[in-house]
Nanobody
Framework: QVQLVESGGGLVQPGGSLRLSCAAS????????MNWFRQAPGKQREVVAT???????YYANSVKGRFTISRENAKNTVYLQMNSLKPEDTAVYYC????????????WGQGTQVTVSS
């Protein structure tokens, strides 16, 4: 069974940087895409960044130019590099993976807290 293990969350000052990691138990090539979601208190969960099996990337407008999603294939790991962090980036961040095989039901990590505060 696929497991996603997240790490890298924590407390950072505004303007600072943080890198989240999501390690998959299987090959990341087994997934149509991998995503980072976030959910802030009182808000709906939203997709922040996506990387497809082909390496295409997509970002929410709120993080464009500041966040970068990437992958390290040999480690079956996807990263989210977060720069120029703002207080509104504070949320629980979740790794998500959509399998290529049917049914394409996504897997989720447990979530990691990111807090941006001075």
């Amino acid at each position: 069974q696929v497991q996603l293990v997240e790490s890298g969350g924590g407390l950072v000052q505004p303007g600072g940087s943080l890198r989240l990691s999501c390690a998959a138990s299987g090959s990341i090539f087994s997934f149509r895409g991998m995503n980072w979601f976030r959910q802030a208190p009182g808000k709906q969960r939203e997709v922040v960044a996506t990387i497809t099996s082909g390496g295409n990337t997509y970002y929410a407008n709120s993080v464009k130019g500041r966040f970068t999603i990437s992958r390290e294939n040999a480690k079956n790991t996807v990263y989210l590099q977060m720069n120029s962090l703002k207080p509104e980036d504070t949320a629980v961040y979740y790794c998500n993976a959509v399998p290529l095989a049917l049914p394409a039901s996504p897997y989720w990590g447990q979530g990691t807290q990111v807090t941006v505060s001075s």
